[in-house]
């Protein structure tokens, strides 16, 4: 009997254990101690990062100092890092490649670090033409331009979408006809495709702020009006112009705030879709990441600035050459330059915004 009963026993604590883990979620509750003992340091400047390309070089330079009571924390498949930049207090985090990656670690981040601000940097594909490869650029606003209404075949521009009349779809913003792009235009039943058009999208976004479950609409994110008025102040910063010996850009690259920023989850490298982006929307910088950080500190209410380099222009033609691998260090190099003479300009108090949704753990 006193085996039976050691066994039942020992079955109800293994019971209790496994529900006392649940009751935790995926975040357990010796983790929650590490993120409130970390927390202790903030508040942050949140720094999101696509790639380890453009992280290392943060790593590797003397303005970062990572914190030594904790230096990072594995949460969830992502590595928060803690240090300093010049005395104020930051938090690292690489996202990986997409708009969903970006999106779901700036969301972990704000959820569970007290987060005053965030400043994003990486690399980026240039649609404007005036500038060159090298140029690291601040845009004022992001957009993502991959949600799309897909119009069929025998419709045009004068034709409602599906579900417009519900506001779920817009025409506001306008549409690429895949027939403009054809060759043959000049014969009509040659050019015609049945790919027709898509119509680009605003994001629904139910903010913080807001009542929930009430959808809001936003196309143009725009960046802190903060962060980006101290931006203008690192516009005359010298940064190298060769990768090599033998390898130099024409000039030297130059920082420059830019109207607007484009994303998608699209690689881009068509010089008639550069060419579209730029005439639609206005885009110089074109990349995968952005306004998706964007978008989720927008609705959380936390302020946020981009800085992007130009690696390369999207699709060819410039007289450089087209390739992205050869200026592709110097290109992110560029970024974490600017980025760490940028995050000690926003000072060291934690008046940015509340201490956010964090703060109750």
Avoid at 22 to 42: C, H
Avoid at 196 to 201: E, H, M, R, V
Wanted: net charge negative.
């Amino acid at each position: 009997m006193g085996g039976v009963r050691q066994q039942l026993m020992a079955a109800v604590l293994v019971a209790v254990a496994l529900m006392a883990t649940a009751a935790e979620g995926y975040i357990t509750q010796k983790t929650w101690g590490a993120i409130r003992r970390a927390n202790r340091a903030g508040p942050f400047v949140g720094l999101v990062v696509p790639n380890t390309y453009e992280m290392v070089p943060v790593l590797e330079s003397p303005s970062f100092v990572a914190s030594k009571s904790v230096p990072n924390m594995d949460i969830q498949g992502r590595r928060f890092r803690f240090g300093t930049i010049e005395g104020q207090s930051v938090v690292m985090v690489m996202t990986g490649l997409s708009m969903l990656n970006a999106g779901l670690t700036t969301q972990m981040l704000l959820s569970l670090f007290r987060v005053k601000g965030i400043v994003h940097w990486g690399i980026a594909g240039n649609a404007n033409e005036d500038l060159q490869i090298g140029d690291v650029t601040i845009p004022e606003y992001w957009a993502h331009v991959s949600l799309w209404n897909w119009q069929r075949f025998g419709d045009g521009k004068d034709n409602e979408l599906p579900l417009e009349a519900a506001g779920d779809y817009t025409r506001e913003y306008g549409f690429l006809n895949f027939s403009d792009y054809t060759v043959g235009q000049s014969n009509p039943e040659l050019s015609a495709n049945h790919l027709n058009s898509i119509w680009y999208q605003p994001e629904e976004i139910f903010p913080a702020s807001g009542e929930p479950e009430e959808r809001q609409h936003a196309f143009w994110v725009p960046a802190s009006k903060r962060y980006y008025a101290l931006a203008k102040k690192l516009e005359g910063m010298e940064l190298p112009a060769c990768v090599n010996a033998t390898t130099c850009l024409p000039r030297a690259p130059r920082v420059t705030r830019v109207s607007k920023g484009c994303s998608a989850n699209v690689f881009l490298d068509n010089a008639e879709y550069r060419q579209f982006l730029r005439k639609q929307f206005g885009c110089t910088p074109v990349e995968m990441e952005s306004a998706a950080v964007a978008l989720v500190a927008h609705t959380q209410g936390v302020p946020f600035l981009t800085i992007r380099s130009l690696s390369d222009l999207a699709g060819g033609g410039s007289a450089l050459g087209n390739e992205a691998s050869t200026f592709i260090d110097i290109a992110a190099k560029n970024a974490v330059e600017v980025m760490l003479k940028f995050v000690p300009l926003l000072g060291k108090g934690g008046d940015e915004m509340d201490d956010g949704a964090a703060a109750d753990m």
